[in-house]
């Protein structure tokens, strides 16, 4: 089951769900206004599949446009949960390497504040490089969907945009590596009724053309991610509630090459096999 928000007025969000035949159907008349409406019901999927979408509006998905999926949630993220993760910012820093290598086998995982709701990007949607960053990636990674209670209720895609020059010069300068305009995209939308082993069999993958040629793809199995999903999210929930909900990035596993760095109008796709893809271009900011 996939729940989106979406526009056809780029005035007024609204709520959706997508059905097997690519087809969006409009839930406002069912008084569905927001993610949460959906996402705090005890099993979201099932309460979904109970409604009546006799005579509801319908429009072909390529009619609309998608939006972020994410309306008042805040946005975290985890990091260093592959071991390519951890060997490739190893390589990267000097002096903070040892922190790389101690944060992925330790039992409280590396966990940062992504983005307010309102500055996610969403499906064919700018991302952004900093223009004071000289090496620029994105961040392929699953992203958990948290009701207010912190279960985990849905699954989308996310690219934890990253500059990596900064965060190699200083950990300390990693707030400033991970969050600026345009540095976190999510969609294209929520993947409802998955359980985490399910998740744990998708692939995740991405590629970046540069002028229609690829310049670079790779991909890894979700299953890779080191810590269990309610591990993460349970780090997340000690001592802070979120009474909207909370989204969270799990981590990245694919790691382009150190001679890599993104550019004005590049192209990212980024896949899951159990989602769909998330595609934005790039600017700088
Ligand atoms: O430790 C810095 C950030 C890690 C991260 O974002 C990731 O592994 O995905
Ligand atoms: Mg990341």
Same mark, same amino acid.
């Given at each position: 089951?996939?729940? %989106?928000?979406?526009?056809?007025?780029?005035?007024?969000?609204?709520?959706?769900?997508?059905?097997?035949?690519?087809?969006?159907?409009?839930?406002?008349?069912?008084?569905?206004?927001?993610?949460?409406?959906?996402?705090?019901?005890?099993?979201? +999927?099932?309460?979904?599949?109970? =409604?009546?979408?006799?005579?509801?509006?319908?429009?072909?998905?390529?009619?609309?446009?998608?939006?972020?999926?994410?309306?008042?949630?805040?946005?975290?993220?985890?990091?260093? @949960?592959?071991?390519?993760?951890?060997? +490739?910012?190893?390589?990267?820093?000097?002096?903070? !390497?040892?922190?790389?290598?101690?944060?992925?086998?330790?039992?409280?995982?590396?966990?940062?504040?992504?983005?307010?709701?309102?500055?996610?990007?969403?499906?064919?949607?700018?991302?952004?490089?900093?223009?004071? +960053?000289?090496?620029?990636?994105?961040?392929?990674?699953? !992203?958990?969907?948290?009701?207010?209670?912190?279960?985990?209720?849905?699954?989308? =895609?996310?690219?934890?945009?990253?500059?990596?020059?900064?965060?190699?010069?200083?950990?300390?300068?990693?707030?400033? +590596?991970?969050?600026?305009?345009?540095?976190?995209?999510?969609?294209?939308?929520?993947?409802?009724?998955?359980?985490?082993?399910?998740?744990?069999?998708?692939?995740?993958?991405?590629?970046?053309?540069?002028?229609?040629?690829?310049?670079?793809?790779?991909? @890894?199995? =979700?299953?890779?991610?080191?810590?269990?999903?309610?591990?993460? !999210?349970?780090?997340?929930?000690?001592?802070?509630?979120?009474?909207?909900?909370?989204?969270?990035?799990?981590?990245?596993?694919?790691?382009?090459?150190?001679?890599?760095?993104?550019?004005?109008?590049?192209?990212?796709? =980024?896949?899951?096999?159990?989602?769909?893809?998330?595609?934005?271009?790039? %600017?700088?900011?």
């Amino acid at each position: 089951m996939k729940l %989106c928000r979406f526009t056809t007025t780029e005035k007024e969000a609204r709520i959706g769900i997508i059905d097997d035949s690519e087809r969006l159907i409009d839930l406002t008349e069912r008084k569905i206004r927001l993610l949460s409406d959906v996402l705090e019901q005890e099993s979201p +999927a099932e309460y979904l599949r109970a =409604i009546d979408l006799t005579g509801l509006p319908q429009h072909p998905l390529d009619s609309v446009t998608l939006l972020p999926p994410v309306d008042r949630q805040e946005v975290w993220a985890a990091g260093v @949960t592959y071991f390519k993760s951890k060997t +490739a910012r190893m390589e990267e820093s000097d002096f903070s !390497a040892t922190a790389y290598d101690k944060v992925y086998d330790a039992d409280r995982p590396e966990i940062f504040f992504k983005s307010v709701p309102e500055k996610v990007v969403g499906p064919n949607a700018e991302v952004g490089i900093r223009k004071d +960053a000289t090496w620029n990636v994105p961040e392929p990674e699953l !992203a958990l969907v948290l009701n207010s209670q912190g279960s985990i209720v849905g699954y989308t =895609i996310g690219n934890d945009m990253s500059s990596r020059d900064i965060e190699g010069e200083n950990l300390l300068y990693l707030p400033q +590596a991970k969050v600026y305009d345009k540095s976190c995209a999510l969609g294209p939308w929520i993947v409802l009724g998955q359980s985490e082993s399910e998740a744990r069999e998708w692939e995740i993958s991405i590629r970046i053309e540069r002028t229609g040629k690829t310049k670079f793809s790779g991909s @890894t199995s =979700i299953n890779q991610i080191k810590r269990q999903f309610s591990d993460l !999210a349970g780090y997340l929930l000690r001592s802070q509630t979120f009474n909207r909900g909370a989204i969270l990035l799990t981590g990245t596993g694919v790691v382009p090459g150190d001679d890599f760095t993104l550019v004005a109008d590049d192209h990212i796709q =980024i896949s899951i096999s159990g989602i769909g893809t998330l595609a934005n271009s790039v %600017c700088v900011v």
